[in-house]
């Protein structure tokens, strides 16, 4: 029940109305029967955010596209990970300082970790956006050895300049082999769900698959890799792991994993 005491959690976004953190968040305040509540925020002018943090005591926000990086020179402080890869996906208000973490990349990796170990492991990634920045600093922590592959061939050989990966264009991506692949752009998602930018011939089945895009939950992507017999790890799942760390920073409390999952259509 909301009350005088409920604390304030939510989300912002350009648009967040497909969002399925209020769904995940809310679950697992009801089954930590915490007095909180999270809600959608649509933001037009993230300047602002900070000082409506602050006035309004939100306890904590969700930052999604595409104010993940923008956000950043507003915060009071953020992590030297969030600083690494240059954006922020989660916000604290610690009652003096707005403060900024990335549980992306953690998100990423435990989602993988789960269904595999990374240890030895050769990694593709494609893309060289933020989503793609996060999974390769998560990746690059794990030790694994990795390839950016990008359509921009200049923006791809930038991060793995950075990050010091090894870089291949998206046309010969057909040349490359790998333990497990992750597609770290939109395409496939919602409304052109039928694309994808991986040939299924190139699949095999000794590979792990991941899609970042969750909507909808079966891309392309991971359909075909189903059918090649890979094992897979789908969009929705690296969101729970990474909703668990957010949830955990904010409330200091194990996250209910099942609640949590059950809210967002996993199981
Ligand atoms: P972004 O910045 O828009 O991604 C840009 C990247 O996608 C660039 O590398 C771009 O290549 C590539 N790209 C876009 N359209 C392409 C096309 N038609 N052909 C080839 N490459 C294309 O997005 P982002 O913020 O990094 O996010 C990427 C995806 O991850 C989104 O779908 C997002 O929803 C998802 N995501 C999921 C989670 C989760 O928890 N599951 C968390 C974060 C993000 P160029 O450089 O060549 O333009």
């Not at 968040?25 to 809600?39: D, I, P, S, T, W």
Request: charged share 25%.
């Amino acid at each position: 029940m909301i009350n005088g005491e409920t604390k304030v959690y939510g989300i912002i976004g350009n648009p967040v109305g497909h969002s399925l953190s209020p769904l995940m968040h809310n679950a697992a305040f009801r089954e930590k029967k915490l007095n909180c509540v999270y809600v959608p925020f649509p933001v037009s002018d993230v300047s602002q955010v900070v000082n409506a943090v602050r006035c309004l005591k939100i306890q904590g926000l969700s930052v999604t596209a595409p104010f993940k990086e923008s956000i950043i020179p507003l915060l009071d402080e953020c992590d030297e990970s969030s600083r690494k890869i240059g954006a922020v996906n989660t916000v604290k208000f610690n009652g003096v300082k707005v403060l900024g973490i990335n549980t992306d990349w953690i998100g990423a990796v435990r989602a993988i970790e789960r269904k595999i170990s990374l240890k030895d492991k050769k990694c593709v990634v494609i893309g060289a956006g933020g989503a793609a920045r996060a999974l390769v600093f998560g990746l690059k922590k794990w030790g694994v050895s990795l390839i950016v592959v990008n359509r921009n061939v200049s923006r791809g050989e930038k991060i793995a300049r950075e990050f010091f990966t090894d870089f291949a264009p998206l046309d010969r991506i057909e040349e490359l082999s790998c333990d497990v692949l992750i597609n770290a752009t939109p395409v496939g998602m919602f409304p052109r769900e039928g694309e994808t930018l991986v040939p299924k011939s190139w699949l095999k089945g000794s590979m792990l698959v991941m899609d970042m895009v969750y909507r909808p939950r079966m891309t392309k992507l991971i359909r075909n890799a189903l059918e090649k017999g890979c094992e897979v790890v789908e969009g929705l799942e690296m969101l729970l792991e990474q909703g668990i760390a957010q949830f955990e920073w904010w409330t200091g409390e194990k996250a209910p994993r099942e609640s949590m999952a059950r809210a967002i259509g996993l199981t």
